[in-house]
């Protein structure tokens, strides 16, 4: 479970409608109006990268008069599908989805099968994306893919697709490389 303490503001005055933070918000949060920013307080989760991009200053983080909590109960869903999920990802399901919040893999993949078809939903439902943001958007994505949801990758967004790992290299280059023990290193990796 995540608890979300704080949520960021616009200070309309200062906000020059440059843009910058409605790209780096990881759950879509902010939108324009009238060529300034706006937050929907009940998708921000605190992460502050508003706040960092804004040169303007105009955004602010506050203290919610209400915490907000965020879990996916991994119970609740097929047991099964959560592995075979996390097995075509090559994530074990107790490895960390997000390191800034202690969040499991097995509760990522169960808010896929309750639903979650972006990393901005999983976000939404996990609490996840709520500190470094990097490495779990990853961690988002691959459990999406190995779920068979593939997010369009846009122009000047916040997504990019997952970087290669080990489990991406292709067999023949495997083969071309053999005195690199790429099969070898995926034996060691391989976590079930």
């Known amino acids: 479970m995540v608890q979300i303490n704080y949520r960021a503001e616009v200070i309309p005055e200062k906000c020059t409608g440059c843009v910058d933070c409605v790209f780096v918000c990881p759950t879509l949060a902010i939108k324009m109006e009238s060529r300034k920013a706006v937050i929907d307080e009940s998708k921000c989760v605190a992460c ?3 706040i960092g991009i804004c040169c303007d200053d105009a955004i602010v983080k506050l203290e919610r ?34 390191l800034c919040t202690s969040t499991r893999a097995r509760e990522g993949a169960a808010a896929i099968l309750q639903g979650a ?42 997504l990019f697709d997952t970087t290669q790992s080990l489990w991406d290299v292709p067999k023949e280059i495997i083969d071309k490389y053999a005195g690199y023990f790429l099969e070898e290193d995926k034996d060691v990796f391989r976590k079930f």
């Open 48 to 50: 502050q990268n508003c």
């Open 65 to 98: 008069a209400v915490p907000v909590e965020r879990e996916v109960d991994y119970t609740t869903v097929n047991q099964d599908r959560i592995l075979e999920i996390c097995k075509r990802a090559n994530i074990h399901p107790m490895q960390w989805l997000c």
């Open 117 to 158: 078809k972006t990393p901005e939903d999983m976000a939404l439902m996990t609490g996840t994306r709520s500190g470094c943001t990097v490495y779990c958007s990853m961690m988002s994505m691959r459990l999406l893919k190995a779920a068979g949801i593939n997010i369009p990758l846009s122009h000047k967004w916040h």
